[in-house]
């Protein structure tokens, strides 16, 4: 049986769809079988950040509307073969996520695959209580910035309150991935540093991913950070945090940047 | 003004964690509660009233959230009538 995990944030633009994509492309090369589903109904995008955008035939809502079967609208990653996308629908409103629907989607996806990543819509609506309802561990999207912080409470508590787990009385298990992390500017004093973002939130630190134009880059070019460029200051980062969801014990570092001779002259911004 | 300040704007990162922190125990005692203190004075209201007449507005019902545990506190106002009347009932019976 697979694990289900739900990558939320409350707030939108954080990083949760390029999260989603990094995480299950990292978990896939190690041969597992991952999907990647897209629950951001009307607005998806996963399908674009992942490359496969002109390979969408069916999609969530022809799945639980009975219009396709699941093996139809999952797409294969060309790169990774044990990668897969379940892509959200592009014309039709959330309206069309049921509970029930949403309950026998997952629940097939569990017994075929590993690892079954939920990419939430932001918000604290329909779509994003659904991808949470069903999940075993949720991974809590965050940058160091006031607001992101305050939506990302916001959601730890529709965690503890609105998904299957908590209505059970078990403990959903969080896990916060702090992302656009700058390690100069927190250290000027103008970024919610690591720490503070730990004490308000009071969820174990799952990674940091640096800020980096490298998920610009992967973004632009239809590819996973991970799979995009291996070596990268996000990609290590998103390796590092895949191997803490396996459970590993791995103290937490922000990959820096790799400069070269003239980079480490004149890289580094004044104070 | 000394030198470093004269060069560097001030610190804003200890403004940001200090509001977060006001704001959110706000928000949390009053997010987290609201839904379920609805009920809970819904529902001892109805008990309540099944053995005496009280006003639905005299009844305050407070959840006050803290780190360790929680306190509930339920405030319900009596008229001197309704006790009387309640133990009428019960001599008549």
């Known amino acids: ?271 | 003004m000394n030198l470093f300040r004269f060069f560097s704007k001030p610190q804003s990162a200890p403004a940001a964690r200090e509001r977060l922190q006001v704001l959110l125990a706000h928000e949390r005692a009053s997010a987290g509660g609201s839904d379920l203190v609805a009920k809970l004075k819904d529902e001892i209201l109805r008990v309540i009233s099944r053995h005496m007449q009280i006003d639905q507005d005299k009844v305050s019902v407070k959840m006050e959230r803290g780190e360790q545990m929680s306190t509930l506190a339920v405030d319900v106002e009596i008229p001197f009538s309704a006790v009387k009347a309640a133990a009428g009932r019960k001599k008549a019976a």
């Open chain 1, 1 to 271: 049986m697979g694990k289900v995990i739900v990558v939320t944030s409350g707030k939108g633009g954080v990083g949760k769809t390029t999260s989603s994509a990094a995480l299950g492309a990292a978990l896939a090369q190690n041969g597992e079988k991952v999907v990647v589903v897209d629950f951001d109904v009307g607005l998806r995008n996963l399908d674009l950040v992942m490359g496969a955008e002109r390979r969408v035939v069916y999609d969530l809502v022809n799945v639980i509307q009975g219009e396709a079967k699941l093996t139809q609208a999952l797409i294969r990653d060309k790169r990774v073969e044990t990668l897969y996308l379940l892509p959200a629908s592009q014309t039709r409103d959330k309206d069309n996520l049921t509970p029930e629907g949403v309950e026998k989607v997952i629940a097939s996806l569990k017994k075929a695959f590993d690892w079954v990543i939920c990419d939430s819509p932001a918000g604290i609506e329909r779509g994003a209580t659904l991808a949470m309802r069903h999940a075993d561990v949720a991974i809590v999207v965050t940058n160091p910035e006031v607001s992101s912080v305050r939506d990302s409470d916001r959601i730890i508590g529709l965690l503890d309150s609105k998904t299957v787990k908590a209505e059970n009385g078990e403990r959903m298990e969080k896990h916060l991935l702090l992302t656009r992390y700058d390690p100069t500017r927190a250290e000027r004093g103008d970024m919610l540093k690591v720490d503070d973002v730990l004490e308000i939130l009071s969820i174990p630190l799952l990674g940091i991913i640096p800020e980096s134009m490298d998920v610009l880059r992967a973004s632009n070019l239809g590819s996973p950070v991970t799979l995009a460029d291996e070596g990268s200051a996000p990609s290590r980062a998103y390796f590092d945090a895949v191997r803490r969801l396996r459970g590993e014990a791995l103290p937490v570092t922000v990959p820096g940047e790799r400069r070269g001779f003239f980079g480490k002259l004149f890289g580094r911004k004044a104070a």
